[in-house]
């Protein structure tokens, strides 16, 4: 028996085929156990020579199969080794790495350079009252420059604001002991435009505003000045021209000289000379009456820009739309390294 269980451990080939004979030898079932079971009815003298052949039988049995199984797990560990080999010196797959939208760029490059001159980041909501968007900045119901900027109303006193202009009546309103301002405000704004090359449905603005006493137009145009310049490169020039707003008196509109020439010529210039980039003004006294600021104590500026216009003349984007439908051609083009 001894020799025929050996014999079948040395041929297992697996732990599973091993444990096979483990079951059949040394099992419940198996013959030793019956021997041990039948002790019972040998005589006195039989039994101790064969509880102990028995024992000694399937002491050997069991060591057997315990050497057995190391080895094969030891063979199997060693297999496992050879084929899950690593080849430390293959090349890196690479991985797909994101970089922020030119976008996103642009209007963080427009933060840096405004927290830089002392202006704080402020936001506001997208649906806006008709009391904020147009009313609190001088544009009764009914006002004709009401139509300058055709709006998505969602009741007769809720719209998808327009502009970010709002957010200077809000940010007014909301101080305390009427502290001076001094803030800009990047977000989405909304017309009832049709989408073209240069139009947009929803689109980008950032708003500033500086309230404070003796702020002049002087301050506006240093504070502009410098935008252009760190914008757009410090051999640029602004120009302001008369404009209309009806919540800044007097309203300008500002252009920066135009020397975007490359190899191809000046595409992104006028003729002029100069490029128009955003509206600005004095904070008119009305608005900032409403807002709970005396106009005789109180003066501003505010000015508004959009970041796309901004970032299709620095980098000679010919189309708006490419800002929205996220071709990955497009903005690899404007991540950094
Ligand atoms: N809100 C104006 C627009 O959307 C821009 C602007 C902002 C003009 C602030 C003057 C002052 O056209």
Redesign the pocket.
Known sequence: LESEALAKVETASSLQELQGVRVAYLGKKGPITEVLRGMGKLSAEERPVIGELANKVRGNIAAAIDEKKAGIEAEQLEKQLEEEQIDVTLPGRPVAVGGPHLLTSIVEEIEDLFIGLGFEIREGPEVETDYFNFEALNLPKGHPARD??DSFYITEDLLLR????PV?ARTMNAMENKQPVKMICPGK?YRRDTDDATHSHQFT?I???YVDKNVRMSDLKGVLDRFAKHMFGEDREIRLRPSF?P??EP?VEMDISCKMCNGKGCSVCKRTGWIEI????MVHPRVLEMAGYDPKVYSGF????GPERIAMLKYGVDDIRHFYTNDLRFLKQYHKA
């Open positions: 300058m900027q327009t502009h970010t202009s200077q704004v603005q708003e500033g505003l707003f919540f800044t309203s955003l509206g600005a003004g505010a000015f508004g820009m």
